[in-house]
């Protein structure tokens, strides 16, 4: 099949700024996959956090800091149309989680790493989703201390990462105590979540210990960071563990250095691209598969709030940057 003809739009940055003002739509000829590649065209694709945090110049440390000039978007759904294999036919829904330069009306992805959609599996779902479900099972492969019945806690809990750390864990049997930051957001998930959800607040540890019958959590969740993560490890049982993996605030993590001395509780961060290089090559496979399995099955939702085309990147960027939305923004062709 010849490639389609036409340009092909792709979302570049080449400063950190406003994000809406930075990503610039470049338009160059449609690429044409080359001996074992696929020609894949966008199908949706999330504003993630982290999306934001890169275009504003705030996501990574040091090494770590995403070089520029750089595509953006960083996972969706695709479809193939150029390139196809017996495979991987013509039409096939693939999965572009792990790419770069993702908000683009088409890119070229090795045929023999294609991850292909399930007809069971929706689209939305999964482009919104697969990358936190395998994160979720990163996290808890690296929590050996955790037995079921017991309880973590979690702020954000009404954000998309939340929805499925929530799903997973309590389907191992933990339970999750979800933190939202309004009593909004609190009505808007207490119907979705498995565990109980709490608004943040100055007495957040005796409302924990009323929910849960008196028993301290072992593992806390921050995506908030701030005076919020404080709250958060003051809840925790002695020798729990703290782990920090957003930005949401904006500030600097706030802990009492007498729960860390006193409590023996450790404060770490978690970053996906390092759990994934530090696990044990024959890890990440099952994890995939696992993630495929859980999505397909169901058990959670995350919203969509906006449905916005690759010429409206301007104004999803600045949807996506507000707080209070109801589900994630996605991008489209």
């Not at 090795?110 to 929706?122: E, F, G, K, M």
């Amino acid at each position: 099949m010849e490639p389609p003809a036409g340009v092909n739009r792709t979302v570049m940055q080449h400063r950190t700024g406003d994000p809406g003002v930075v990503a610039e739509l470049v338009e160059t000829p449609v690429p044409r996959p080359g001996e074992g590649e696929l020609l894949v065209e966008l199908v949706v694709a999330p504003i993630n956090p982290a999306e934001i945090l890169m275009l504003q110049g705030a996501y990574g440390y040091r090494d770590t800091t995403p070089p520029l000039p750089r595509a953006a978007g960083i996972e969706g759904v695709g479809r193939v149309v150029g390139g196809a294999t017996a495979i991987v036919p013509e039409g096939s829904l693939v999965s572009l989680a792990g790419s770069r330069g993702v908000f683009s009306d088409y890119r070229v992805i090795p045929a023999a790493s294609a991850l292909v959609l399930p007809p069971t599996v929706d689209p939305d779902t999964f482009a919104v989703s697969f990358v936190n479900v395998q994160a979720v099972l990163l996290m808890l492969h690296e929590w050996p201390e955790l037995e079921a019945g017991d309880v973590i806690i979690q702020n954000a809990g009404n954000s998309a990462y939340a929805r499925v750390l929530d799903a997973v864990a309590s389907r191992r049997g933990f339970t999750v105590v979800n933190v939202v930051r309004s009593e909004r957001s609190a009505l808007s998930v207490e119907d979705e979540l498995n565990g109980p959800v709490l608004v943040d607040g100055e007495d957040l540890d005796e409302r924990v210990l009323a929910v849960t019958g008196g028993s301290r959590p072992r593992v806390a969740v921050d995506a908030v960071g701030g005076a919020a993560t404080g709250r958060l490890t003051e809840t925790l049982a002695p020798g729990g563990r703290v782990v920090t993996y957003g930005l949401l605030s904006g500030d600097p993590v706030q802990v009492d250095t007498r729960i860390v001395v006193f409590n023996g509780v450790r404060v770490e961060g978690f970053w996906m691209p390092r759990s994934m290089a530090a696990a044990p090559a024959d890890l990440l496979p099952g994890i995939a598969a696992e993630a495929m399995e859980i999505i397909a099955g169901g058990g959670f939702a995350v919203p969509i709030a906006a449905r916005i085309g690759l010429a409206g990147i301007a104004e999803a960027l600045a949807l996506a940057e507000q707080g209070g939305r109801d589900g994630k923004v996605v991008v489209t062709r």
